[in-house]
């Protein structure tokens, strides 16, 4: 393996607190949207594109008021995860620093334009990553974009990591392994390798490199 491809959420880190109180406050703003949306309602979403979790949390609402209020919301969560991050998941830097010397990391991850930046922004951790990309800039699958930064970046053997259904079914797509992450929020069956802590990864690519 040449290469690392890591999805975010719920992988690298849990934005979830940082994102109700963006969406709450606009939600709050919206009479036909009753009541904050909790942290359940957000899991269930976690891995799908926006469009996706706009159908989800916003049903009643017609696509043009949907994507309106999506927008809404999005614009602002990148500008609350700009000023207060995430919660990082245990080790994480510190498995990036020791892995970013050994391999090439790149980030894919079902969210909007401005998102990965954010998460660069306020921890960081821009300078482990060599590529990254989403559907907000492409308009494309996360199956697409991991084959996009594989074929920008003529990567030979890359994996990817990460934490849901979708994450496997898009390492199927671009014919890569999948590594699953078990603490974060999805659960699969199916996987080339598993781990339940993020410094777990580093048994496993150090010992691929000492073979």
Not at 31 to 60: C, S, V
Not at 165 to 182: H, M, N, T
């Amino acid at each position: 393996m040449d290469s690392i491809i890591f999805d975010l959420d719920g992988t690298l880190w849990n934005s979830i607190d940082t994102v109700l109180i963006a969406w709450n406050k606009i939600i709050n703003q919206d009479e036909q949207l009753k009541g904050d949306l909790t942290r359940n309602d957000f899991k269930g979403t976690m891995g799908l594109q926006i469009e996706e979790i706009g159908k989800i949390l916003f049903p009643y609402k017609s696509e043009n008021e949907r994507k309106k209020r999506l927008k809404e919301c999005c614009d602002l969560e990148t500008l609350y995860l700009e000023q207060h991050g995430g919660q990082l998941y245990e080790n994480v830097e510190s498995v990036l620093d020791t892995l970013s010397q050994q391999y090439k990391l790149y980030i894919v991850s079902n969210c909007q334009e401005g998102y990965i930046e954010a998460f660069y922004k306020y921890h960081k951790l821009d300078r482990y990553f060599l590529d990254y990309e989403n559907p907000g800039r492409t308009g494309l699958s996360k199956g697409e974009n991991i084959k996009l930064v594989i074929e920008r970046n003529s990567l030979k053997n890359p994996v990817y990591v990460g934490d849901t259904e979708g994450d496997l079914r898009a390492s199927k797509y671009a014919g890569i392994p999948f590594i699953y992450v078990a603490y974060g929020f999805g659960e699969v069956d199916e996987y080339d390798y598993v781990i339940k802590e993020f410094d777990e990864l580093l048994n496993f690519f150090l010992k691929i490199l000492s073979r």
